[in-house]
């Protein structure tokens, strides 16, 4: 069976995208394991079905590499975002992308012509650890004590549509990712498995930042998880509320939380178009 994709990422988080909207493709986790691979296949991290909805502009469905399903991705839904602008030829000042987290609205920021900067509506984040979900006592995990590997972090934990665990380091790239990234995931103290965030504090609106995803392990950019950092940092006081720069490996994003909800704003670009043999 042969199937037309779009690859597209946002700052480096890079997925096959498959317009749904006339024919299902069916299953889409066994594809999203095959077609990730970056030495046997095209290479990504996951794949985005572009499904129509009853409810919104269209659905958004994402697979991680591993073939497990994620509720978001703040990097995808601007490369759908972008999708419909480009390629299907939507245009409005605000669009709207179901998800399993919900519907989210994303206003494109140069609605004429071509579409490279969108600003998304992540709703706002979820403290209470039951519903991240973390096996914590309490109302919010703010800088509390987990054992991991023998050794003994600070962590911040919250949802925005996916769970997240926030730790502040002096220098994320000194961070051995690949082996201590999957011991965070795999957590018994995160029922549902964990994105795990390594940050340190450039100045009071500017972090820097990477990340482990579950599923996917290292990934150049995570448009929650950027989110999850600025958030965590304005809680613990180490960063203002208002717009926080996040420096990731494949580029910045920009995010702004007052107490509210979560305001994310980056790029999203078309890599190439290709079938695939499955």
């Not at 599923?215 to 006081?237: D, K, Q, R």
């Not at 994003?253 to 999203?268: D, I, Q």
């Amino acid at each position: 069976m042969n199937l037309q994709f779009v690859k597209m990422h946002g700052i480096g988080n890079d997925y096959l995208f498959f317009d749904c909207f006339e024919r299902p493709l069916r299953a889409p986790s066994d594809i999203a394991v095959k077609l990730s691979d970056r030495h046997r296949s095209v290479g990504g991290d996951g794949i985005v079905l572009i499904l129509p909805s009853k409810k919104a502009d269209a659905k958004m469905r994402m697979f991680n590499a591993d073939g497990s399903e994620g509720k978001m991705c703040g990097n995808a839904i601007r490369c759908v975002a972008k999708y419909l602008c480009d390629l299907k030829g939507v245009r409005k000042d605000v669009l709207t992308v179901e998800t399993r987290a919900g519907i989210k609205r994303i206003e494109p920021l140069k609605p004429r012509g071509r579409v490279d900067l969108f600003r998304v509506d992540m709703g706002k984040p979820t403290f209470s650890p039951d519903r991240i979900p973390a096996l914590f006592e309490g109302r919010r995990i703010l800088c509390h004590p987990l054992i991991v590997g023998g050794e003994t972090y600070r962590v911040t934990c919250l949802s925005m549509g996916n769970p997240h665990c926030v730790v502040f380091c002096e220098d994320p790239s000194a961070v051995c990712l690949e082996r201590i990234g999957p011991l965070f995931e795999h957590h018994p103290a995160f029922p549902e498995r964990v994105n795990t965030e390594f940050v340190s504090i450039v100045s009071k609106n500017e972090l820097k930042m990477r990340v482990w995803e579950r599923g996917s392990g290292e990934t150049l950019a995570c448009g929650t998880g950027a989110c999850a950092a600025a958030v965590a940092a304005i809680l613990n006081g180490f960063c203002e509320a208002g717009e926080v720069t996040v420096h990731l490996k494949g580029g910045d994003l920009t995010v702004t939380y007052t107490g509210g909800n979560v305001f994310m704003t980056g790029p999203a670009e078309i890599s190439f178009t290709g079938i695939a043999e499955v």
